[in-house]
């Protein structure tokens, strides 16, 4: 503890404090009367299956991708790995509408790839379940994928050289040696997926619209309730705040041990 | 990849602390710069006056361009304008935002002002708007009735309703006794709008106003039921109570109500009184 700076305590503490300020104004606002009531609503409940349900698909659909793209980052000596890794990282800097229009563009009625599935088979995308897991995944990608890929670096190739040397295929070192060695990092990084997608609102909305039950999300109705009903927004984003906080627990105290 | 780090540490952190707190100055100064950055620099014989005028986001473009019109007229003045949601505008009145005029997209929005004693006598309604199915242009799926929106095949967003021109919309369903089944409640009125213009919606419902602000990308369907009582929604302006520029502030309003006003709004789809 000693070795931290003095001088750091200060503008840590205010960055500590400029977080955690506002959730404590967010509990204090918080109808406790009402509360029980408010989160219990047909249009919460359905929102809160909706995010729960989309959130666990996007995490598995990260996981089936990202999961490979990360070990191809790590690992391979492909040409333009720095090209293809800040492609990647785009969706942590981009503004999630941003993410949503290009969805919309290129799988909407009109788009290149959406125009056609439209046209030969019926398929609309937008509005429906599956383009809010696309929203999500375009958003929470990145998380899995640098989580993942710090934990294999980390980890380094040596245990993997030596099951080679020791005749393992590939596959095999990759099941009895790799994943075995970066579990925590693959964990946490798809439990942060899941936390952002949990979060996602601005990819959804401009990509999936917003109708209960099939692409309302919980960011969406407190939102929604925003406009009108303060008291049901508040009470959703204290539910909100207290899955994160629960996620953020469970990953980072597994990272640091 | 990791490196041993070699004993400079001291060094380092001395370092680092000038790059902090030269980065703190950097962004104080960066807020301080953009606020005295943003006082105009008026060069009028008259003292410079700034009216502020809280105006419901519908009432963008017309407000803007009236603006100008004003600003020529009354050298040295600055119309600044607050656009937004009539709920949000009203409120910030209640609360004692420094605005001298209101006018928003509804008398239900205005009366929470008037109800506070925050506005000057009657409010004034001026122009109305009223919903319009908005379609591909052409119309491609035939649309030409409210009850057409529910016809197999056709996809319909709506805005939520607990937004305005959600109300409108439930209204307009309330008034041609039909049930919507729409694919999305938007937010608001330009996601709506932005459904139907991309091709991903075959039709939404949205005001007369939001219509023409498309410039052809979108078609309109009216539909006899949109003027009804409880549809058609009203556009109320009034002077704020305590308004430093209240002379300044009438003047707006005389501006907004009369011939010049009427024209920018016509122009835009409202209906004038």
Redesign the interface.
Known sequence: MSRV?R?LWL?AALAWLLVAVPIVGLVVRVDLSNFFSLVTSEAALSALWLSLKTGLATMVLCLLFGGPLAVVLARSQLPGLPFIRSVVLLPLVLPPVVGGLTL??LL???GPIGGPLYDNFGI?I??STTAVVLAQTFVAMPFLVVSLEGSL??A?ERYEAVAATLGASPLTTLRRVTIPVVLPGLVSGSVLAFARALGEFGAT??F?????GT??TLPLLI???S???IDGAVAMSLVLVVIAIVVILVTRTRDVR | ?SIQRSPRTARR?AVL?AA?AALLGLALAACGGSGSGSAPSTSAQAAPKTLTVSAAASLTNVYQSLGQQFQAANPGVTVKFNFG?S?QLAQQVVQGAPVDVLATASSKTMQTAVAAGKIQGEPIVYATNQPQIAVAPNNPKQIAQFADLNKPGV?T?VC?P??PCGAAATAAEQATQVTLH??????DVR?VLT?VE????DAGVVYVTDVKSANGKVAGVSFPQATAQGVIQSYPIGVVNGSQNAQLAQSWVSLVTGPQGKAALQQAGFTTK
Do not use: H
Request: charged content about 15%; proline content about 8%.
């Open positions: 700076p001088f503008p919309l563009f909407g009625r009109t609309t937008p509005f670096r980390t380094g909305i401009t999936a619209g917003s109708l209960q692409t309302r939102y929604l309730q406009q009108d009903d | 990849m952190s602390f902090l949601g709920d996809s967003v939520a607990a937004v729409p694919v999305s409640e938007e937010q996601s459904k991309t091709g991903n919606a």
